[in-house]
């Protein structure tokens, strides 16, 4: 078999190095990352430094101005300007102080000490300037602040000004042209394993679809092929060492092997299909062919069993069809014979169950009745129970036409009391009061009237109210009577419909038992027929019995 290196091996080295570069990609990232905030800090405090030198210079050249205007307008302004820079803001001082802090080198810290001793010396010219302009001696101010001696000074601060700050832009300005210069290194390297990635990847890309996909796409065609049942389909993969080789060896002998079982399979029935039935079955299937090879034997085992059994029992058979035309010729004459026993028998069934049937209608019709009566029976219970609560109804509202009269009887009542107070009322006015007596009387005398009739309407109302019980007790009684009657018609109802049942039921069975025994009657008229056919048919089974033995004959067996 030819080596080849594997796939997973190939796949492994090939993302192996795609990983290593995306690693040294992150790195450079990271140092890219990493120059770039140097740079900016390096911009930053270039200018800081710068920013702080001019400060430094600045102030100076802030005390310097404000000497000269104070002694050329002698303005108190100027000369608390001057005093609040020394004094206060002291910008010189604190811009020396930040360029420190930042870092600044021996050679710029010693043009600062220069500078600084020299704005130091000019100090005393300024400030005697200052007093003479309090003494009113300006012209002798601006000869000090105007003077050679200062002037000199001026000049060579302004010098050692320029040299510091050429010297400070240039250091800074180196550090960050470094610093630009390692960025673009970076930059450059980035590019390259961005590229070297891209490379990688169409590598890896052309050698999955070399090795890998057309390959598989191949093995996949085969496959198919060979669950289509083509096993002479040309496969042009050849096998190798690595995983997709041993995977087109493994369908190589796939197919190599199902040839085998095929050939061997298809000459055993070819020799079974010419009569050969002494064979013996390979021995060298394997895996889930082996049922196949077990089948195939147990298949000739049973064929021979089979035909040495159908051989011996022709022979039986020619004998015993000679005894079975005899006994069918017997049989024959005994069924004509039952034939005509069944048909009468038949008939007589038939009269018994055209009587149940009429028994069964006329029972069917009283249950019918039945269930009308019991339905009645109901619907009179339902109205005699609907007539006790209406009973029930007028008796409760007697009861309440008692409770009017009762009140009408206390309205009289009071009436009357009304009617003597004022009659006592109108004895009292005399004279005056002799129509309101008047009034009064009529006034008791409607109250006893109103009084009588209550009384009489009460009178009615218990007369009615006894009524009412009484009808109550008697629609009470009569709906227990009706009660009493509907069970008794259900009961009826319900004996009447066993009836109609069991005379259904006796109905449905002669029709059965009619059905029945014309089916047997039908069956014993087919067996006298085929009593007679089986004396022909045995004749005719004794000739193929004949005939069978002698087709047996042809197969080659084993034991004979």
């Avoid at 000739?300 to 079975?324: C, F, K, P, Y």
Wanted: some cysteine; aromatic content about 4%; hydrophobic content about 40%.
């Amino acid at each position: 078999m030819k080596k080849a290196i594997n796939q997973s091996t190939l796949f492994l080295i090939l993302n192996g190095i795609s990983i290593l570069t995306l690693l040294f990609l992150v790195l450079s990232l990271m140092e890219y990352n990493r120059i770039t905030d140097h740079l900016s800090g390096a911009n930053e405090k270039r200018v800081t430094l710068t920013y702080n030198a001019n400060r430094f210079m600045n102030g100076s050249a802030y005390l310097t101005n404000e000497v000269r205007a104070y002694a050329a307008t002698g303005s108190q302004e100027h000369y608390d300007n001057y005093w609040d820079e020394v004094n206060v803001q002291k910008n010189r001082d604190k811009g020396v102080a930040a360029m420190q802090e930042i870092g600044i080198t021996e050679e710029e810290q010693a043009m600062i000490n220069e500078m600084s001793a020299l704005s130091n010396a000019l100090v005393p010219l300024e400030e005697e300037a200052m007093k003479e302009v309090q003494a009113g001696q300006r012209e002798d101010a601006i000869a000090y602040v105007y003077g050679q001696e200062y002037n000199d000074s001026i000049a060579k601060i302004n010098s050692l000004k320029e040299q510091f700050l050429a010297a400070l832009d240039k250091r800074t300005l180196n550090s960050v042209e470094l610093l630009l210069r390692q960025e673009e290194f970076v930059r450059i390297r980035m590019i390259a394993a961005i590229v070297m990635v891209g490379v990688m990847q169409l590598i890896v890309i052309t050698v999955t679809r070399r090795r890998v996909l057309r390959p598989v796409i191949l093995v996949k065609e085969q496959m198919g092929e060979i669950s289509k049942g083509n096993l002479s389909e040309d496969f042009s993969l050849r096998s190798d060492t690595s995983e997709i080789g041993m995977l087109v060896e493994s369908i190589h002998e796939t197919k190599r092997e199902l040839k085998k079982y095929i050939q061997d399979i298809d000459s055993v029935l070819s020799q079974m299909a010419q009569g050969n039935m002494d064979l013996s079955v390979g021995d060298d299937y394997r895996g889930e062919f082996l049922p196949i090879q077990n089948a195939m034997r147990q298949i000739l085992d049973a064929l021979n069993n089979a035909l040495l059994g159908i051989n011996r029992t022709a022979e039986q058979v020619s004998l015993e069809s000679e005894r079975l035309s005899s006994g069918a010729r017997t049989l024959s004459n005994g069924t004509v014979q039952q034939a005509s026993a069944v048909e009468e028998l038949s008939a007589s069934i038939q009269d018994i169950s055209r009587q149940v049937d009429s028994t069964s209608g006329d029972a069917e019709q009283a249950r019918k009745a039945a269930e009308d009566a019991s339905e009645m029976m109901g619907l009179c219970g339902q109205k005699m129970e609907a007539l006790t609560a209406a009973m029930e109804n007028i008796s409760k509202a007697s009861h309440q036409i008692g409770g009017i009269i009762k009140t009408i009887e206390d309205i009289s009542f009071q009436t009357k009391i009304l009617a003597l107070n004022a009659a006592v009322e109108a004895a009292r006015a005399g004279e005056a009061g002799q129509g309101f007596a008047v009034v009064a009387d009529e006034v008791q005398s409607l109250a006893n009237k109103s009084a009588t009739s209550a009384q009489g309407i009460t009178e009615l109302i218990e007369n009615a109210m006894e009524l009412v019980q009484y009808g109550s007790s008697l629609s009470s009684e009569t709906t227990n009577a009706l009660a009493a009657v509907v069970s008794s018609a259900e009961k009826s109802a319900e004996m009447v419909e066993r009836i109609a049942d069991s005379a259904f039921s006796q109905s449905q069975s002669l029709k059965q038992l009619t059905r029945g025994m014309e089916q047997i009657s039908e069956v014993v008229q087919t067996n006298a027929a085929t009593s007679q056919e089986s004396a022909a048919s045995a004749r005719e089974l004794s000739d193929m019995a004949s005939e069978l033995k002698l087709s047996v004959q042809k197969f080659r067996l084993r034991g004979i």
